[in-house]
């Protein structure tokens, strides 16, 4: 078996003497590297998002991890994108938040142990460039619609996740270059965009561009801010914090122009709807999307921030917004430093990173034909009922709905019969009876970093508001409203502008400032409501203002669910449907007993942004992040360990030592073959990491919820299984746990699958388990596989400690495929045409594939040999030959443990 191969050392960059230069500001001389000194005429026809990586290769190029032949691969990025020209490419931070953070602090808390035990220096483990991990996805909505709903909200949190506090502030003291931000302080990407980003750094006196790679995917609402960042997966991210490169395909960048202005009718959220459905049309995934025009002159920085949060939505790696005069105006609003604002702008110019639209500027070469949207096309919109980018026009919307109802059970079908379409039921609710019809709302949330981070259309939301109570309407009380705002800034501009008492009044209080509702946090709806639905069969509806909404993720019981912008939530919320024609049927009677429609009290964009524009200054910003991260009380009272290495307890069901590396060695050793591997799955399209590993509600007859209960955890204390992903034993249980799982092995919708060699039908977790213990007490192949998976998205690790040792999929989506590489599953692909469908596969056959010890090459052909007779080929789906050491490695963390002994 070939050994990974390193250079002896890090060489002096050899750009050092033609390219560094100096730049003088503020009386004190900064060094950066120009890029104009090249002297190559290909850099000014690259795309602004490729000129940030061309900038990084120079700036670290020592001929060991980054190479001269690097910068080229760069510079010829027109050939090179479209022939997947592979690149080294060091981020200059990494963002967590907590339900991804944690697991990744306890990956390097083992770590530390594992380099104890095998002689070598446990310091090693540890951040060498910034973090910085927001706890914002713990909070949930149990108290909605009253006043004190924030503080019981946080109280609860801290009651459930007390042990997780406690051991991400160890953390902060244990490792160095790691920041918290603690709970209740806002939403992750908005505060990265409000607070966090740096735009360009100035480190030592080098200044370079801020990028970031993030724990979650929509790191790329950075991407509005003109700061290159993407999602990626936890052992990534561990692998950049412990110095390394990411090894990424030079992407192609999809251009998009904008031109005109947005209707006074529409929103920043009917745009980046419209952009989604479009984008999924082009077909974008892997690609960069880089907007340009002059229509981006007309959006605010919040307004690009809203399209960039949603690349993963349109499947891009990054929705990119060079920057301009807006980006310095919104650093200048956010309470920015001024000095260093004038020092970012005087860097950017010489960099030819500056957007003008003056005219002296060609736009960049582009792959393909370039995308073109008129703003002022853009109409009222939202998206569903079960994926983001199915976008409805907002006045098709009824319509749209009814025949929903009776299509195929799918993405845009219910499956009812046509007389079932009209069922209703009656309940009663706090002593009023009251009828729920199809399509009858039970949620109508404002929520979501994507809309919440922009304060036209939250002002919208509340000015509706006041305008509604104006004239006299109502919420029915059943349905479960609510406001969690990404930062405090939100409540004091909107107490700036007289409208937090309308939203109160509406039951749109303050629920917690954090991603609540949008991640599956939106806790439990009345009792009541919940038997009608479940005991009618009735379709209920979901509305809220976030930036995902596949089944099973909002609530279990919500079947329709909505994106929509958080003043459409107010207007839904108010007609208490989805089922409902704004144009012809009045949301209620004003005192006067006179029709009132929604064209009567929806603020126009003018109107909105006279508000914003007098309401909100950066002092605002500068109070909010002033003391930051101080905390709250209940933090700052927190009790945390001490000490360098963590010490685990046992009993403890949030924080456990997983066993990635408790038998890891000093000394690579070969990968097993695979022979005989059940398949574990067969699942069918548009798995996503919802599907996977699912961050919500743990049901009461799970495995997971079995484990909880065995360890006399009560069910009301169960929390969720995204807060308890740093014990790796509800990781493995929680895998395959959503019960809208599509399982070609079972006949049903739900979170089982068939053991084969019994026939039993059971949990995932169950079968997984079975298949382990007969692999450990026999001679058979501990692997098993998944098979027909068409873009799965994270979601690594369950897998792995379910026993997965190979994927097979007719399409990868980028972090998912990365993530199973990090964690030593094999990714092998379907040839084109061809699917588990195609080759007749069920799931019940066994499956052997030689694995060569792991001396496997990027891409090469895999045969699959399986006990039907049936043998097939397969593109091996290790894309680049750092993926192959860390395959053979066992995984990228052991790789990173061998490199730093």
């Known amino acids: 078996m070939s050994t990974r191969a390193f250079a002896s050392s890090p060489q002096p960059n050899p750009f050092d003497k033609s390219v560094k230069k100096s730049l003088e500001h503020g009386g004190a001389s900064q060094n950066f590297y120009k890029l104009p000194a090249l002297g190559d005429s290909r850099v000014s026809s690259l795309p602004y998002s490729i000129r940030i990586l061309l900038e990084s290769a120079v700036r670290n190029c020592d001929d060991f991890s980054v190479k001269e032949q690097d910068i080229e691969t760069i510079l010829n990025w027109a050939q090179t994108s479209q022939n997947d020209g592979e690149i080294p490419f060091r981020p200059a931070r990494v963002i967590l938040q907590d339900f991804t953070g944690v697991p990744a602090v306890v990956d390097l808390a083992a770590m530390r142990d594992a380099m104890k035990r095998l002689g070598g220096d446990p310091s090693k483990i540890n951040p060498l460039c910034p973090v910085d991990l927001v706890i914002d996805h713990s909070v949930q909505v149990d108290a909605a619609g009253t006043g004190n709903a924030r503080d019981q909200n946080e109280r609860l949190e801290f009651q459930r996740n007390r042990e997780r506090f406690q051991f991400l502030k160890w953390g902060s003291k244990a490792f160095d270059n790691f920041k918290i931000v603690p709970p209740g302080s806002g939403i992750v990407h908005q505060v990265n965009l409000e607070y966090l980003a740096r735009v360009v750094f100035n480190q030592d006196r080098l200044l370079y561009p801020d990028s970031v790679v993030g724990t979650d995917s929509h790191t790329t609402m950075i991407n509005g801010l003109g700061v290159t960042g993407w999602g990626v997966g936890g052992i990534e991210a561990e692998a950049v914090m412990l110095g390394q490169t990411i090894s990424m395909v030079l992407p192609q960048v999809v251009g998009f122009h904008l031109h005109g202005e947005l209707p ?52 891009a790696t990054m929705g990119y917004f060079p920057i301009d005069g807006r980006t310095m105006e919104y650093l200048r609003t956010t309470g920015r430093d001024e000095s260093h604002v004038q020092l970012i702008e005087k860097y950017l110019r010489e960099q030819d990173l500056f957007v003008k639209y003056d005219g002296t500027q060609a736009d960049p070469d582009y792959s393909g034909e370039v995308m073109q949207l008129d703003l002022g096309s853009v109409q009222g919109s939202l998206s569903g009922p079960k994926r983001p980018h199915d976008r409805v026009n907002f006045v098709d919307m009824k319509k749209d709905f009814t025949t929903c109802m009776t299509s195929p059970v799918g993405f845009k079908g219910f499956g009812l019969e046509a007389s079932e379409t009209s069922n209703s039921a009656k309940f009663t609710y706090e002593g009023q009876e009251y009828t729920f019809n199809q399509g009858d709302l039970v949620i109508a949330a404002i929520t979501s970093c994507t809309n919440t981070s922009n304060p036209d259309v939250m002002l919208q939301a509340g000015i509706l508001a006041k305008n509604a109570l104006a004239k006299g309407l109502s919420v029915r009380p059943y349905i479960k409203t609510s406001l969690s705002p990404g930062s405090h800034v939100v409540t004091q ?41 479940i005991d009618n069969d009735l379709i209920a509806a979901a509305v809220l203002s976030g930036n995902r909404n596949f089944e099973g993720r909002v609530h279990p019981h919500t079947r329709a669910n909505y994106l929509a912008s958080p003043p459409l939530v107010v207007a839904y919320a108010l007609a208490g449907s989805v089922n409902f024609d704004f144009e012809t049927t009045p949301l209620g009677q004003d005192q006067q007993g006179k029709d009132v ?42 009790d945390a360990p001490e000490g360098k290495l963590y010490d685990w307890d046992d009993a403890s069901t949030y924080i456990h030592n997983p066993p990635f590396f408790q038998s890891t060695e000093a000394d690579i050793t070969p990968r097993a073959s695979i022979d005989g591997a059940h398949c574990l799955l067969n699942v069918g399209d548009s798995i996503t990491t919802d599907h996977i590993s699912p961050a919500g509600k743990i049901a009461k007859d799970s495995p997971a919820a079995r484990y909880l209960a065995e360890r006399n955890i009560a069910a009301k204390d169960f929390n969720s299984y995204g807060s308890r992903r740093g014990n790796d034993e509800i990781m493995a249980r929680g895998t395959f746990a959503n019960v809208r799982l599509i399982n070609k092995m079972v006949p049903q919708v739900g979170p089982t699958t068939v053991h084969v060699p019994s026939g039993e039908e059971m949990a995932v977790f169950d079968a997984a388990k079975k298949y382990w213990m007969l692999a450990n007490s026999s001679s058979s192949s501990p692997a098993t596989s998944t098979a027909r998976a068409r ?111």
């Open 597 to 638: 429609f929604l064209r009567d009290i929806w603020p126009s964009r003018d109107e909105v942004s006279a508000v914003t524009s007098s309401v909100i200054n950066a002092e605002m910003f500068k109070s909010t992040y002033g003391d930051i991260l101080k905390g709250s009380e209940m933090w700052q009272n927190l």
């Open 493 to 533: 501009y909107y107490e700036a502008a007289g409208v937090q008492e309308s939203l109160d009044k509406l039951g749109f209080t303050t629920t917690g400032y954090g991603c609540m509702t949008c991640i599956g946090n939106s806790g439990e709806i009345p009792d009541e409501v919940q038997s009608c639905i």
């Open 791 to 901: 873009r799965e998205i994270g979601a690594a690790k369950g897998p792995y400690l379910q026993g997965v040792n190979a994927v097979i999929a007719q399409s990868y989506e980028r972090i998912h495929r990365s993530n199973l590489v990090g964690m030593g599953i094999l990714p092998l692909q379907f040839k084109a045409g061809e699917s588990a469908d195609t080759h007749g596969l069920d799931g019940s056959e066994t499956f052997s594939i030689d694995l060569q010890g792991g001396d496997l090459d990027v891409n090469q052909d895999v045969t699959v040999t399986t006990s039907s007779g049936k043998t097939f080929t397969t593109t091996c789906r290790l894309d680049t030959d750092p993926e192959v050491a860390f395959f053979q490695n066992g995984g990228i963390l052991q790789y990173v443990l061998r490199k730093l002994m």
């Open 264 to 315: 006074q009718t529409a929103t920043a959220t009917d745009l980046v709807l419209t952009c989604v459905e479009m984008l999924r049309k082009r077909g974008v995934v892997g690609k960069f999307v880089e907007f340009f025009g002059p229509g981006v002159q007309s959006l605010t920085l919040a307004d690009r921030a809203t399209i960039a949060n949603m690349a993963p939505e349109y499947g």
